[in-house]
């Protein structure tokens, strides 16, 4: 027997071998199923599921069958209610891959559990089409906005995208012709691996849907119009993609900006004073496991900024409005922060530097004299580093070019002392 903790260290037990088996059932049922996955089901005295696939494995199933309960987190207490038992979770493929296992895990010590997976949705997917998965962006849009499609929309990308409902295929549709994706070719592919099979190909801009499965995968193969909205990799975004009133950091200046930020896995950033969102979209762009938290006092700016960050695929950018420092009370600690617009304002500089994380990094930028003023003597007090910036751009002067400068740009880099 041993002590084990859970995942968050909130609780502690004894056990003595996994009483949780979570198994991956396709829609082929029973028949997919290995005779140790069978056996599992059949042994438990519970056995959870959705009420499909509890209806796949009715006949294993020997103990109590209980449907999923909404809100999921009871159904995740029900679980844990029957620690010790033998119990069995049946899930759609691969629980680790966007699946029950995940949620699960979070709650139950590895040690507690046996996981039997099943080809999951992509895979199987991935073997209709013939693509190589490890070449495919795989995209769950189950319960989440089908906006999170936008930054893997390049020429040539191969996607595969699992959607919650039979109108999903259609929103997708929808949002490839917007953005100038019309031509790509759309294949959905219908309760994959069971009897109702089907698939069908579409062009984005012209789909002729019929009715469609609400368990389905679209396989999309990206083709760009002229003028297309495809969103670059690299930092500094052309600010014309960017909807804004003039408040946006612009993207040489971001491009750096972003540089000093230097984002690494899983960090959060406060971008304070955030104007069009540019600062905390292109943070979350670069990777997925990124957060942002928006803080801007205009209510219009805030709008324009939820509005951004679909469009750019980041709809999960958190926008706060309020003016710093108060604003920022309440919010989870940085690891990373931005202060452009209102870091003039009394306390945000002291404000910002005591909630941020040790060894997080605070950038700051000025334009101004006064937000210069302030950045020297930040720098003068706590040290790190200050860089100017002078950009210029070539523009007509008469019948001739000559380079016209921006606002030369202050910029302060400070990491917090763990």
Known sequence: MRILSTPDSSVSFAVSAPW??????GEDGLAGLSDAAKAAI???????????HLELAADAIAGEGRAWLSPFERSVEAVLAARGRPVAVLASGDPFFFGVGVTLSRKIARAEMTVLPAPSAFSLAASRMGWALQDTACISLHGRPVDLVRPHLHPGMRILALTSDGDG??????????????GSRLTVLEAIGGPRERVSSHLAERPEFGEIDMLNVCAVEVEAEAGARVLPYAAGLDDALFEHDGQITKREVRALTLSALAPRHGELLW??????????????LADPSLRAIA??????????????????????LSVTEGTAPAAMTGSPAPDAIFIGGGGSEDGVFDAAATALKPGGRLVANAVTTE??????AAHARRGGSLIRIDIARAAPVGQMTGWR????????????PK
């Open 42 to 52: 059949t042994r438990a005295e519970i056995v959870f599921g959705g009420a499909r």
């Open 295 to 316: 803080i801007e006092a205009v209510p219009a700016r805030a709008a324009r900024i939820r509005s951004n960050a679909a469009r750019f695929g980041v709809p999960g």
């Open 405 to 416: 400068p921006a606002m030369p740009v202050t910029q302060w880099s400070w990491v917090k």
């Open 271 to 284: 971008d304070i004073g955030a104007g069009s969102g540019s600062i905390g979209i292109e943070w979350m």
């Open 169 to 182: 295929p259609r929103a997708l549709a929808a949002l490839l012709s917007e953005g100038g994706f019309g």
């Open 20 to 25: 949780l088996t979570i198994v991956g059932i």
């Open 371 to 376: 937000m210069e003023a302030v950045l020297l």
